[in-house]
C-alpha cells in the first residue's frame, strides 16, 4: 500500500510538472511522457483528467520528435488505457496535429461503436482532416450534417476550409472564404489569414504572401510571432526555404518570443532542417551563459550525423554563446543510450583539449554488456585518451559486462592492453565477491597479490565478510569466523601495511566495525535469529573490544529502529537487549548527532486571549439594547427605547445622546442630529465626540446646504480635540464629507473642504478615495478639461490617480484620443506600463471597444498579469458585466502566458449566476476546440451546475481530492492483491463507497478493509474516512476506533470532520482514556481544529455533548481538575475554554475551585481565557454584578 501510495504521488507531481510546462513553454519533454507513461501502467489506472493530459502530451506539444513517432506514442497510450473512451476528440485533435492519414467516416464509426456520441468539436475537426488532404467534398458532407443538427459554424471551421481549397489548389476560392466568413457576419481573424498565407508557403508564393500581409494591415489585423515561424517551417518542409529570412525579418519579436523559437527550432531538428533552425535561433537574444544547449541536444536526439553536430558547437563557441556545448551533446547522447555517437563526442572532447572523465565511459560500458569484444575496445579507447580505468570502471561496470568465468584470461587481455596487474585484480576480486563466487576471489587473490592498498583492502574483505556471513547463517558453520574470514581476507604478512599505527589492526578492526553494522543490519530486518548473535558476536571480538559508534549503520539511526546494544564483559562483545538508538552510549548520540524524530520540535500551540468587556451599572440592561438598537442602525428601536427611559426616569448620558445623534444622521435628519449635539455637551460639557460622528455630522450639514457651518464643525472639534482616531480609519468619513462638497458645492468649496480636513486637520492621509471628490466635482459638471487638470495635479503632487476610470471612460465615449493618451502618460509615471495598459484595456471593454481592448494585448512585451486579469473578470462578475467578460476571455486568447483554464472558470461562475446551463456547458465545448484542459475544478463545478439543473454529464468528474492544493485529482485505483483466491482482482473504491451506502453496508466494508490487509493492501485515505464514518453511524465504536488507530499508525488521520464525530462519540460515552490514547498521534493543528481538548473536558464531565440519547457516562471531571491544579503549566496550551463553560453550567458547585484555578493562571501564568470562561458564564445567566467585579 505504501509503494501505491509513492507511485500515486510520484504520478501526480510529474503531471503537475508537465502541465505546468505546456502552459508556461508550450512544450513537453519525451522523459517526462515516458515517465508518465511507465508509471500509469505500474499503478494499473488513470483518472479522466491526467488522461487526458497524457493524450495531449502526444501531439503538437512533443516538439522533439516527429510527427511518425508521437503517432506511434499515442497509439500505445491509447490502446494501454482503454478507459479513456470519453477522449475521442483529444485522440482526433492529436491525429490533426501529427497529419495522421485516417479515414474520419471509420474514425466516427469506431466512435459510435464504443458508444460515445460525437458533437461540435468532433465534427470540426472531422472537417480539418477532410480539408487536411484537400477532400472538400468529404468536407462539405460534414458541414451539412451539421447544419441538420443546427450546430454552430465557428471560425475554426473557415479556417479549415480556407486550408481545404489551399490544398486542393484553389487559391482563390481559399480566399473567397473570407467573404463568405464576413457575411455570416465573422470577422477573419489572424489564424484566418494564418491558413491563407501557408497555402501560399506550401507553393512558396511570397508575392501572394505579400499581398495578404498588406491587407492584414489594412484590416489592423495583427499576426503572432508564432504565426511567422509557423510559416517558415511550412517553406522549410515545402522546399522553399531561400524565402525563410523574408519571413523572418516579420517577426515583431513580442513576449514569449523565446519559446516559440525554442518550439520551431525543436521541430524543424526532428524533422532535419537544421539549417532553418539555425537561421531561427540566431534571431533569439543570448540571455544566459549556456545559450543553445537546446539546439545541440535536439540535434543529438533527432539524431544528426557526428560531424553535424561538432559543426554547430564550434559554431556557438565561436559566436560567444556556448563554451560547454560539445560536453552538454556528450551528456545527451549518454543519456539517450548512443553509444557509438557518445565514444565520436568523447574523442572530440580531448583533441579539443576539454577534459575527459572515467564516468563518461560507465554508460557506453553497460550497453555494450554481453559483447567481450566490444568493451575491450571500450576499455582500449579509454586507454588510447591517456584516461587508465581505474577500479570503480573496472568492477562495476567493465567485468560485470564480460565474460569472467576464466580469470587468466581477463587478467591477460588487460594487460596486453597495458594496465598493471594490481590494477586489474583487485576489482577482479572484489567482483567475484559481489556475485557471490568466493572459492574464486580466494584463488585469483593467492595467485596474484593484491595491490597493497588499505582502502582497497578494507573494500573487499567489508564484501567478503558480508558474503560469508550469508554463508554462515544458511549453514550455521562452527568454524571460527575471525580465522576463516578476517584471515583470509586480509593478508597478514609483514609489509603489508604502513608500519606504526597503520598495521593490520586497523584493518582488523574496521573489519569487525563493518561486520557489527551489518549484523545490526540483519537483526533490524529480522534476517538473522536472535540465537546466532551470541555465538558470532564473541567470536568475533577479544576481550579489549568496544563497540565503534562508527559501527551504528545509518539506515537504523531512528528512535523507532531496533539496534542490538553491545557492552563489554568478560566474553568479549555480547549483544544484550534490542533497543532504540536513544539507549546507546551518549558520546555515539554526540558524534552522530540528534537522532530518531525528536529533533523536529512542535511549534508552539497559539494562546488566543478573549479580551473582556467592560460591564457597567444598573442601566447596563437599557444600554446593551440601546446599542443593539444602534449598531444596527435601527432608529425606530432606538426611540422606543428611549422613550422607555424617559418613562422610568433614567438619565440620558452623553454617549446615548451621540449614539442618537449618529442614528438621526445616518436616517439625513439633520434638525433631529443637531439637537441631539446640542444635548451631548449640554448634558456633559466635557464629553469628546468622536472623530467619526463629527465627520458624519459636519458631511450632512453640507449635503443640506450648510458648508460653512459644516466646516466651523470640523475646525472646532480639531482645536478642541486634535484627531484621536488613526487617520486610515477615518478616509471612508472624510470622503463622505469632500463628496457631499463636490455634489452640493462648488469646486472651490470642495478644494476648501480638501484643505481644511486633509491638509490642514490631517484627519485623513490623501489616497485615491479621499482625492476622488477634487476630480469628481468637475466630472459632475461635464467640464473634462479642469478634470484631468485636477487629475495630473493629483497625481504630481501626491501619486494616486482619482477617477482614472470614469475619465478615461469619458474620453474614450468621446473619442477624445490626445486627452486619453494624457491620462494613459500620467497613470504610466505613476503606476507602470503594464498596470496602465491593464486598466485601458478594461475600460475600453466597459464601453464596448472591444478591437481597440484587443489591440492592446498586442503590445510588443506584453504578458498574462494572472493576479490582475483575476481583478478585472472579478470586477465584472460582481457588476454582472458578462458580456464584457466573454469579450475578454476571447481577446486574452493568444496573449503570453494566460492561464485559459481560470478565464473559462470566470465564465462558467458568470453563467452559473443567472443559471444560463446552455452556455455553461458550451464553454466545456470551446475550451475543447481550444485544446485547453479542464482542471478538476473546472470540471466539478460544472458538474454541481448540470447536476443542479437535472442536466447528464457529458464527462468524467473528478474526485475531492483532501489535499485542495493539489491540480489533479486522484481516482482511488484498485487495491492490489486480495484473500481468498481473489489474487490479481483489485477493489475499487467505488465498490467500499457503495458497500457502505448499502444497508448493513458497515459490515461488507469492514470485510472488505481486513481482506485487504490480511494481503498487505490498504484502502484508500478516503474510503477508509468513509468506514470510519459509517461504523460510527452503525454505533460500532470500537471497530471505528480501532480502523482510525490503525489508519494512525501508517502516518495518516481520518478526515478532520469524520475524526470529530468520532472524539464526540467517544465524549458521549466518557471515553476518556481512548481519547487520551489519540492525543499524542495527532499533529497540533487538528487537535485544535476538532476542539480536542474541549471534547476530552466534556468526557471528563460526562456531559452529553451530542444530544443524543443519554448514555453511561465518566463523571470524572474532579481528576481533571486536580490535573490542572497540580501541574497548571502543562495546560496552558490545552486548556478547554468551551468545556470549563459547559462544566459551570451544569456544576455551578465547583465554580469555586474552578475560580481559584483561574486566579491561579492569571496571577502567575498571565493566561486569561480560565477567567475569561467564568466571565462569559455569568454574562449568561445574566449575573452582570457578577461579571463586572471579574
Known amino acids: 500500500a505504501s509503494s501505491l501510495q509513492s507511485r500515486l504521488h510520484s504520478l501526480d507531481r510529474i503531471l503537475y510538472r508537465v502541465d505546468n510546462e505546456v502552459r508556461r513553454t508550450g512544450r513537453v519533454s519525451r522523459r517526462d511522457v515516458d515517465d508518465v507513461f511507465a508509471e500509469v501502467k505500474r499503478i494499473g489506472s488513470v483518472t479522466s483528467s491526467q488522461g487526458l493530459l497524457l493524450v495531449r502530451s502526444c501531439g503538437s506539444f512533443l516538439r522533439e520528435e516527429s510527427p511518425e513517432q508521437r503517432t506511434q506514442l499515442v497509439d500505445r497510450v491509447w490502446s494501454t488505457l482503454q478507459e479513456l473512451s470519453d477522449h475521442y476528440n483529444a485522440l482526433l485533435q492529436v491525429y490533426l496535429e501529427n497529419e495522421l492519414k485516417f479515414s474520419p467516416t471509420e474514425f466516427l464509426a469506431t466512435m459510435e461503436k464504443a458508444g460515445i456520441q460525437a458533437n461540435r468539436v468532433t465534427y470540426q475537426r472531422l472537417i480539418h482532416r477532410f480539408c487536411q488532404e484537400g477532400d472538400i467534398s468529404g468536407a462539405s458532407k460534414i458541414l451539412e450534417h451539421m447544419k441538420s443538427q443546427d450546430l454552430p459554424i465557428n471560425e475554426k471551421v473557415f479556417n479549415s476550409l480556407v486550408m481545404g481549397h489551399a490544398r486542393a489548389n484553389d487559391m482563390e476560392n481559399a480566399k473567397n472564404i473570407l467573404d463568405v466568413m464576413r457575411n455570416a457576419h465573422l470577422e477573419p481573424t489572424a489564424d484566418t489569414y494564418f491558413a491563407l498565407l501557408r497555402g ?237 563466487k568466493a572459492k574464486m576471489a580466494l584463488s585469483t587473490g593467492k595467485r596474484r597479490k593484491p595491490r597493497k592498498c588499505c582502502f582497497r583492502f578494507l573494500f573487499i574483505s567489508q564484501t567478503f565478510l558480508r558474503h560469508c556471513l550469508k554463508k554462515y547463517m544458511k549453514i550455521a558453520s562452527g568454524e571460527n569466523l575471525n580465522t576463516s574470514i578476517c584471515s583470509r581476507a586480509v593478508p597478514r604478512e609483514p609489509g603489508a601495511l604502513a608500519a606504526g599505527s597503520r598495521n593490520g589492526s586497523a584493518v582488523h578492526e574496521a573489519d569487525r566495525t563493518s561486520m557489527v553494522s551489518y549484523i545490526s543490519v540483519l537483526v533490524h530486518e529480522n534476517a538473522l535469529p536472535l540465537q546466532m548473535l551470541d555465538k558470532i558476536s564473541t567470536e568475533m571480538l577479544d576481550e579489549s573490544d568496544t563497540l565503534s559508534p562508527g559501527a551504528i549503520p545509518s539506515q537504523v539511526s531512528s528512535d523507532a529502529v531496533a539496534v542490538p546494544i553491545v557492552t563489554k564483559c568478560s566474553c568479549g562483545l555480547h549483544i544484550v537487549k534490542m533497543g532504540t538508538i536513544e539507549d546507546l552510549s551518549l558520546d555515539v548520540s554526540e558524534k552522530r548527532g540528534r537522532l530518531g524524530g525528536g529533533g523536529k520540535e512542535r511549534p508552539s500551540d497559539r494562546v488566543v486571549r478573549v479580551g473582556t468587556h467592560h460591564v457597567g451599572d444598573e442601566r447596563r440592561p437599557h444600554q446593551r439594547l440601546e446599542r443593539g438598537a444602534y449598531e444596527r442602525h435601527n432608529l425606530d428601536r432606538a426611540m422606543e427605547i428611549a422613550e422607555q427611559l424617559k418613562k422610568e426616569g433614567s438619565p440620558f448620558t452623553g454617549a446615548m445622546h451621540a449614539q442618537l445623534l449618529d442614528l438621526f444622521v445616518s436616517a439625513g435628519d439633520l434638525d433631529k442630529a443637531l439637537e441631539h449635539h446640542k444635548l451631548v455637551y449640554e448634558t456633559e460639557p466635557n464629553f469628546r465626540l468622536d472623530d467619526h460622528k463629527v465627520l458624519n455630522l459636519a458631511s450632512l450639514m453640507i449635503s443640506k446646504g450648510r458648508f460653512e457651518e459644516g466646516l466651523r464643525l470640523v475646525e472646532e472639534s480639531f482645536a478642541a480635540h486634535g484627531v484621536r482616531e488613526s487617520p486610515e480609519s477615518l478616509q471612508r468619513n472624510v470622503f463622505r464629507l469632500l463628496n457631499a462638497a463636490s455634489q452640493h458645492g462648488t469646486p472651490e468649496q470642495t478644494q476648501q473642504a480638501f484643505d481644511l480636513a486633509v491638509v490642514k486637520c490631517k484627519f485623513a492621509p490623501p489616497s485615491t478615495l479621499v482625492l476622488g471628490p477634487l476630480v469628481r466635482c468637475h466630472l459632475l459638471r461635464d467640464d473634462l478639461a479642469q478634470a484631468l487638470s485636477a487629475f495630473e495635479s493629483c497625481a504630481k503632487a501626491y501619486k494616486h490617480t482619482p477617477m482614472k476610470n470614469e475619465l478615461s471612460r469619458r474620453f474614450i465615449e468621446k473619442e477624445d484620443s490626445e486627452s486619453l493618451q494624457r491620462v494613459v502618460d500620467i497613470s504610466t509615471e505613476v503606476h507602470g506600463e503594464m498596470n496602465t495598459l491593464y486598466d485601458l484595456m478594461s475600460y475600453f471593454l466597459e464601453c464596448g471597444h472591444v478591437r481597440q481592448a484587443q489591440k492592446i494585448l498586442e503590445t510588443p512585451g506584453l504578458r498574462a498579469r494572472h493576479q490582475r486579469l483575476d481583478q478585472i473578470c472579478e470586477t465584472f462578475l460582481q457588476r454582472d458585466m458578462i458580456t464584457e467578460l466573454e469579450h475578454l476571455v476571447q481577446i486574452t486568447k493568444d496573449l503570453f502566458d494566460v492561464n485559459r483554464d481560470a478565464m473559462y472558470f470566470f465564465l462558467l461562475r458568470a453563467y452559473a449566476s443567472v443559471n444560463d446551463v446552455g452556455r455553461a456547458l458550451d464553454v466545456w465545448t470551446k475550451m475543447q476546440e481550444e485544446n485547453v484542459q479542464p482542471s478538476a475544478r473546472t470540471l466539478r463545478f460544472l458538474a454541481a451546475l448540470l447536476r443542479k439543473e437535472g442536466q447528464p454529464l457529458p464527462f468524467e468528474v473528478p474526485p475531492e481530492e483532501d489535499d485542495p492544493v493539489r491540480e489533479f485529482g486522484r481516482r482511488s485505483f484498485e487495491a492490489r492483491g486480495s484473500a481468498r483466491g481473489v489474487a490479481s482482482r483489485g477493489v475499487s473504491s467505488a465498490a467500499t463507497r457503495n458497500f457502505v451506502r448499502d444497508v448493513g453496508g458497515a459490515e461488507s466494508a469492514t470485510f472488505l478493509y481486513r481482506r485487504l490487509a490480511d494481503s498487505n493492501a490498504a484502502l484508500s485515505h478516503r474510503d477508509t474516512s468513509l468506514l470510519i464514518e459509517a461504523l460510527i453511524l452503525k454505533e460500532r465504536i470500537k471497530d471505528a476506533l480501532r480502523v482510525t488507530e490503525e489508519l494512525l499508525s501508517r502516518g495518516l488521520h481520518p478526515w478532520p470532520r469524520v475524526l470529530k464525530f468520532l472524539l464526540l462519540r467517544l465524549a458521549t460515552l466518557g471515553e476518556v482514556d481512548k481519547m487520551e490514547a489519540l492525543r499524542p498521534q495527532l499533529p497540533d493543528q487538528l487537535v485544535r481544529s476538532v476542539s480536542f481538548d474541549n471534547l476530552v473536558c466534556n468526557a471528563y464531565a460526562g456531559q452529553n455533548v451530542s444530544r443524543v440519547t443519554p448514555l453511561p457516562r465518566s463523571g470524572r471531571f474532579e481528576e481533571l481538575l486536580a490535573s490542572m491544579e497540580k501541574d497548571p503549566a502543562a495546560y496552558k496550551t490545552r486548556f478547554p475554554t468551551g468545556g470549563i463553560i459547559g462544566v459551570l453550567q451544569d456544576k455551578p458547585e465547583l465554580e469555586d475551585r474552578i475560580r481559584a484555578l483561574a486566579k491561579s493562571y492569571a496571577d502567575n501564568h498571565e493566561f486569561l481565557p480560565p477567567m475569561n470562561a467564568i466571565w462569559m458564564t455569568r454574562v449568561m445567566r445574566e449575573d452582570y454584578e457578577g461579571a463586572n467585579k471579574i
Open 200 to 436: 501560399h508557403a506550401e507553393r512558396g508564393d511570397v508575392e501572394s504572401m505579400n499581398k495578404v500581409l498588406q491587407e492584414l494591415e489594412r484590416n489592423e489585423v495583427f499576426l503572432l510571432d508564432d504565426h511567422y515561424l509557423g510559416l517558415v517551417n511550412v517553406l522549410a518542409c515545402s522546399g522553399h526555404k531561400q524565402h525563410v529570412d523574408e519571413v523572418l525579418g516579420k517577426t515583431r519579436r513580442l513576449a514569449g518570443y523565446t519559446q516559440d523559437c525554442i518550439n520551431t527550432c525543436m521541430e524543424l531538428l526532428a524533422l532535419g532542417h537544421d539549417d532553418v533552425a539555425h537561421k531561427v535561433f540566431l534571431t533569439m537574444t543570448s540571455r544566459l551563459e549556456n545559450h543553445g544547449n537546446f539546439f545541440v541536444s535536439q540535434l543529438v536526439r533527432s539524431g544528426a550525423p557526428l560531424e553535424k553536430i561538432v559543426q554547430y558547437c564550434n559554431d556557438f563557441k565561436s559566436r560567444g554563446f556556448n563554451t560547454r556545448a560539445l560536453i552538454r551533446c556528450t551528456e545527451v547522447a549518454l543519456l539517450n543510450k548512443k553509444a557509438e555517437l557518445a565514444l565520436g563526442l568523447i574523442n572530440e572532447m580531448h583533441k579539443q583539449e576539454l577534459p575527459v572523465r572515467h564516468h563518461y565511459f560507465y554508460p557506453v560500458l553497460l550497453s555494450k554488456s554481453g559483447n567481450d569484444d566490444d568493451v575491450y575496445a571500450v576499455l582500449k579507447s579509454m586507454m588510447d585518451l591517456e584516461l587508465e580505468p581505474n577500479y570503480e570502471t573496472l568492477g562495476d561496470f567493465a567485468l560485470p559486462a564480460l565474460d569472467t568465468s576464466d580469470p587468466e584470461q581477463v587478467v591477460g587481455k588487460l594487460k596486453g592492453m597495458g594496465m598493471s596487474v594490481g590494477a586489474i585484480v583487485n576489482p577482479l576480486v572484489y567482483h567475484y565477491l559481489e556475485t557471490g
